[in-house]
């Protein structure tokens, strides 16, 4: 009785605090390592014994493991190190401490337990103390007759998985039986239980995997019993745990359709008889937003917009159907930003779906927006303030015309001066999201209610004007940081770009709406102004008020913004702008059209057609640009200043041509020249453009608009030249022009005749065709004095003329030409690899193009001399350009069936002839042969014509090449490689075998055409050829090779892994590094290393010698690389890093900094020209390398 009293604990308050914590009839036989050695003063092993004892009091036990637990979170460390001496002792502790859990119903015990369960399996990170845990939750929720006693395992579980989220993947996995045992729990008259079953699968649908695994389970039973659990929850705890669930499920597509078809099934029973039990989420979720609780209602609200982001078109409709927009809309009235902010984003999302405007919602919510939005401006809450003024701009946006949103005036006025004080607020993402809703504030429907109230639309439109002006204003920051600080300054230009784009669009809908108030006689002024007072609210003083913002502030930030980049949408906007105020204030037409002709706008809109619509791109800015020049030429044309102004006839004319030609003009002032010069037949549409051109020119001159002296490449003396031949092919052509044409004609002959003919030179060109020999020398030695003149846009369309002379001459056999042909073409060629950067294919160049192919379908292989730089031309007419005029170009090149009959014959002759004089044609031939293929296949282009060509022997050719002939290798290894990137599916290249053939092995035919021992062959084959370390072989050999092992990987990825770990290959690499110092950073070995890092050839390229290349690379001056180099650096670099071979961290670091502030523009490296001229045949070195 005794040792019983003494066991049970201290009696009075006196008893030391040690004494407690020790449980005094066993500790003198523990071993002091069990103590823990600061306070509290706990000797785990008194811990073991003292807690499972049925003789001490629930009281002592409670303070030992309060002391414990205490002990865990204040010497977490020295705590475990006691445990963890024996891993036996840790089991017991912890079956000790489950058992514990399972046999008191103290919830403050309960309590304890479970946290000092989770502290210690977390803080132990063993893999069989969590196992025991589990098997023993496992059993004791098994052998339970009832789910009476289950809510503190239960809670233990949830709370476990919480702590270590990987368990819930072992829980379905290991322990799938359990979900019987939730789902009884589920069903479980008590809301404690049924609450901590929801929150174990809560924390089990978090994880993808384990609720994946149990996507069957939740489908075929869960669901309908989960709805009613949320819809009959009467606890909060069950509440917030059920949503806690649902959020889980919600972010996964599949659950969220099986949530929503379960409740279109509830609804479509609902007040008729049928299955019982169904739930509709969305009548849950519409009656939790309508408790008291703000909780609750935020967590509707959260779960509302976790649905529809899914597919709000999908979902939207069942929560319109159940009313939930005008709880949401009353929602937005109350205290809590977060309610507020979680129902501006519900009602984002569901104004996506047009029945949510049918049904009149916005109509109903609109006034509760616009209080809300006001009220929430007067919060340090930016997020709350972008989302609302984003949902008022969608609703203003998406509302349906016929259903008038703004029932009066006075709330049209409220929400204007909302917007007002939005727009003023100094957050820029703010006042973004202002700018946006007054643009579609500014519709007519939105302002028709009467009067209309102009002055507070003039105060807005101040506002957002002034807002932006402040914001150009603002200095960039130009500190010299190097390339970081460039791309911000970037950012910061392209976020000012944006700004100013939506001032501009909401400045365009303000002047829509007075051109659409033109016709409505009510909108014209306030009936309610007083008898002679100033008539401010007025339609006419609010579009003078439009024209004097444009003038004063549109213009300004326009031209300083284009000072810094130019952007075709923003530009569409700005001259659309322009455009219309010529119709909005129509009595000040002709003054503002002289004052933009004088400030360089035709030149300006010249230029903007020429840069962005050249390709018939952009055409919405070229009507624009088009509309704008028509109007403002005929107000000028209109009212001269020191004439008289043209009849009615003549404008009409004028208008006439110029509604016709405009739009043709794409071009930059040189090439507009050039065409005004053209003296071949000219009719049509072609014709319009010229007196359009001559026109535009004669209006820049007399508004002092100096476009041709401001233009480097322009002269007046060009311009001299220009309107000259324009009048000598009227005549010649016996064409009488409108009498403004050839008024203007005289004026610019005027003013020009007395300046120096620098091209005067250029009348060699009209020599008859037997001197034709002698004026091309000329040429030839002009063109090579002159290496920096760009002459071909002056004097293309005259090799065109002498191109199609020669040809009428000597059509049926150009061969008989005696020389004059090739000299024309070699001369063509040399004018167009003169042009360094790529540039449209215009007319003209199409034009000689077509003339080009022409000629060569005449032609005979053997015509070396003329197909020789008629196949450079063709080249370069493929690669030096945009990609849109290539895939013209190569639209007319496969049209024509005889170029590729004599392609075909061509290529043909390689087999017989790799060393004749016939090289370089055969060269050229190949690599005309991949431009053809890839421009088809790319393109989807029309296949006229097929190209034969036997694989096999280009695979024998390239196995065993000879060793003159490295750049016909290349060009062979250049088409290779396409037919490789096509998997030989070319609509144009057919590849035939050389004859019979046996049939391909059965390991084969996953490699077909190719067969395993070819392969092998052409892999050797590459080897030789990169061993002869020519840098543009390598270039084509090494890209080739990549292009095989693509080929191989996608077929049969255990032949390219054989492919890459030949020994042969690390002989192979060595030896191509043994060229010097430095001979890794040459960009083809770059790109082999990355190719056997990429296939994990660590048996040619190993850990440690990726690091020495990577170490060898951070300490090299990466300034001095070349673009081609860096970016190959840059592609081992990230594939050495997503292998995961960087071993040594700080090199990679220095390396990535490095590689990060270096870009095209800041290296010092001479930029190579892509198209040279080798061995008289034209080259792409990024075709080959690329």
């Known amino acids: 009785m005794a040792a019983r009293e003494a066991a049970a604990g201290p009696r009075g308050p006196g008893r030391d605090e040690e004494t407690a914590l020790l449980y005094e009839r066993a500790h003198s036989r523990h071993d002091p390592c069990w103590l823990l050695p600061v306070p509290p003063r706990l000797c785990l092993a008194c811990v073991l014994e003292l807690l499972p004892e049925p003789c001490v009091s629930l009281v002592r036990k409670k303070h030992v493991l309060s002391c414990f637990r205490d002990a865990l979170l204040r010497h977490a460390s020295l705590v475990m190190q006691l445990v963890a001496q024996d891993q036996r002792i840790c089991i017991h502790f912890i079956n000790m401490l489950f058992g514990l859990l399972c046999n008191v119903e103290d919830g403050s015990v309960i309590d304890l337990c479970i946290e000092v369960l989770i502290q210690l399996t977390t803080q132990l990170k063993l893999e069989q103390t969590v196992r025991c845990l589990l098997d023993e939750c496992h059993k004791q929720l098994c052998n339970m007759p009832s789910m009476r006693g289950s809510l503190a395992t239960l809670t233990l579980l949830g709370k476990l998985v919480d702590a270590i989220p990987p368990l819930a993947d072992k829980l379905v996995m290991e322990h799938s039986n359990l979900m019987e045992h939730l789902l009884r729990g589920l069903v479980y008259p008590n809301e404690g239980v049924r609450a901590s079953v929801c929150y174990l699968y809560g924390k089990l649908y978090s994880s993808p995997v384990a609720a994946e695994m149990l996507s069957g389970h939740f489908r075929e039973k869960l669901c309908p019993l989960f709805l009613s659990t949320l819809d009959g929850a009467q606890t909060k705890e069950l509440q917030i745990n059920c949503l806690g669930w649902l959020r889980q499920l919600l972010k996964y597509d599949l659950f969220v359709s099986v949530i929503m078809n379960e409740s279109s099934l509830a609804e479509s029973t609902e007040g008729v008889e049928g299955p019982p039990g169904k739930t509709s989420l969305p009548l849950v979720l519409k009656k939790l937003l309508l408790s008291r609780d703000e909780t609750l209602q935020v967590a509707s609200a959260h779960c509302i917009t976790a649905v529809l982001v899914h597919s709000p ?176 300054s970037n950012k910061a230009i392209l976020r000012r770009g944006k700004f100013l784009l939506s001032t501009l669009e909401g400045f365009r809908n303000a002047c829509r709406l007075a051109m659409e108030f033109q016709s409505e006689p009510s909108a014209h002024e306030n009936p309610f102004t007083a008898p002679g007072a100033e008539k401010e609210d007025t339609l006419e003083a609010f579009s003078e008020f439009l024209l004097s913002a444009c003038d004063s502030l549109c213009i300004p930030m326009v031209m300083r913004h284009s000072e810094q980049a130019t ?65 403002m030429s005929l107000n000028l044309l209109s009212a001269p200043e020191k004439t008289e102004p043209p009849s009615q006839e003549e404008l009409s ?129 002009f063109l090579r004095r002159n290496e920096d003149v760009q002459v071909g846009g002056l004097i293309r369309g005259h090799f065109l003329l002498i191109l199609q002379h020669l040809l009428v001459e000597h059509g049926a056999s150009p061969s008989g030409d005696s020389g004059n042909l090739p000299l024309l073409l070699s001369l063509l060629s040399l004018v167009q690899l003169k042009n360094k950067s790529e540039q449209e294919l215009d007319s003209m160049a199409m034009k000689l193009l077509h003339q080009v192919s022409k000629l060569c379908g005449k032609c005979s292989p053997a015509d070396v001399d003329i197909l020789q730089p008629s196949f450079n031309f063709l080249y370069w007419s493929l690669h030096q350009t945009t990609p849109s005029s290539q895939k013209r170009a190569a639209a007319v090149l496969l049209s024509s069936t005889a170029l590729i009959e004599l392609l075909e014959k061509t290529l043909a002759l390689t087999w017989t002839e790799v060393d004749s004089p016939r090289t370089a044609l055969l060269c050229s031939a190949w690599l005309l042969a991949a431009s053809f293929s890839a421009q088809q296949h790319a393109g989807s282009l029309q296949v006229h014509q097929t190209l034969s060509v036997e694989l096999d022997q280009v695979l024998k050719v390239l196995s065993f090449p000879k060793k003159k002939a490295a750049l016909l290798s290349a060009a062979i290894l250049c088409f290779l490689r396409t037919a490789l990137q096509q998997s030989f599916s070319s609509a144009l290249v057919a590849l035939v075998p050389s004859g019979a053939q046996p049939p391909p092995a059965p390991e084969d035919s996953a490699l077909a055409p190719l067969g395993t021992s070819q392969v092998l062959s052409l892999v050797i084959g590459l080897q030789n050829l990169l061993v002869q370390k020519d840098p543009l072989l390598s270039y084509a050999c090494v890209a080739c090779l990549e292009a095989l092992l693509d080929y191989l990987h996608a077929r049969s990825p255990d032949i390219a892994f054989h492919v890459v770990s030949q020994p042969w290959n690390r002989f192979l690499l060595f030896t191509l590094l043994d060229a010097g110092e430095s001979s890794f950073l040459r960009p083809e070995i770059l790109r082999l290393m990355t190719l056997f890092v990429r296939f994990q050839s660590s048996s040619v390229l190993s850990r440690e010698e990726v690091g020495h290349v990577l170490q060898g690379a951070a300490l090299a001056d990466l300034s001095t690389l070349s673009n081609t180099t860096l970016q190959a650096l840059r592609g081992f670099f990230l594939q050495v890093q997503s292998m995961g071979l960087l071993a040594d961290e700080s090199t990679a670091q220095t390396l990535h900094v490095s590689l990060e502030g270096l870009s095209p523009s800041t290296s010092s490296a001479e930029p190579p020209l892509d198209m040279l001229c080798l061995g008289g045949v034209a080259v792409s070195l990024s075709h080959i390398r690329d």
């Open 567 to 631: 952007q075709p949408n923003l530009m569409e906007v700005f001259l659309s702008i322009l455009h219309s105020l010529f119709v909005i204030v129509p009595h000040m037409k002709e003054k503002f059209s002289k004052k933009l002709a004088s400030s360089s706008f035709i030149r300006l809109t010249l230029e903007l057609k020429a840069r962005f619509c050249s390709s018939l791109s952009h055409s919405d800015l070229n009507q624009v640009c088009s509309s704008f020049l028509y109007d």
């Open 653 to 781: 004319a004028v208008s006439a041509f110029l509604q016709h030609g405009l739009p043709e003009i794409r071009s930059r002032s040189p090439e507009s020249l050039a065409f005004l010069s053209d003296r071949q037949y000219v009719e049509g549409i072609a014709r319009q453009r010229q007196y359009c051109i001559l026109l535009l020119f004669y209006l820049a001159y007399i508004h002092e608009d100096r476009l041709s002296l401001v233009d480097r490449f322009v002269s007046e003396a060009e311009l001299f030249v220009a309107v000259q031949s324009f009048l000598l092919s009227l005549q010649d052509q016996d064409e009488h022009p409108p009498l403004t044409v050839i008024r203007a004609s005289i004026y610019l002959l005027a003013i020009c005749q007395d300046k120096d003919d620098a091209l005067a030179e250029d009348l060699i060109y009209s020599s008859p065709v037997d001197i034709a020999r002698k004026v091309l020398i000329v040429l030839r030695t």
């Open 313 to 488: 078109a999908k979902h939207a409709p069942a929560f319109i159907h159940a009313d939930i927009p005008e709880f949401l809309f009353e929602h937005l009235s109350s205290s809590s930003e977060v309610l507020v902010w979680f129902s501006y984003n519900c009602l984002i999302l569901l104004a996506e779906e047009p029945l949510f405007f049918s049904k009149c919602h916005t109509v109903y919510g609109i006034e509760s927006v616009v209080r809300s939005l006001q009220g929430s401006l007067r919060m340090n809450n930016t997020e709350l303030h972008k989302e609302g003024l984003l949902l008022f701009a969608e609703i203003l946006t998406r509302q349906p015309e016929e259903i008038k949103l703004f029932t009066s005036s006075t709330m049209c006025r409220d929400a204007g001066r909302a917007l007002q004080e939005a727009v003023n607020s100094p957050v820029l993402e703010v006042a973004a999201e202002a700018v946006k809703a007054i643009s579609a504030f500014l519709r007519k429907d939105h302002q028709s209610a009467l009067p209309v109230q102009y002055r507070e639309l003039r105060a807005l439109l101040e506002a957002m004007l002034n807002r932006c002006a402040d914001f150009s204003q603002t200095p960039l920051n130009r500190r010299p940081l190097g390339h970081a600080s460039s791309r911000d």
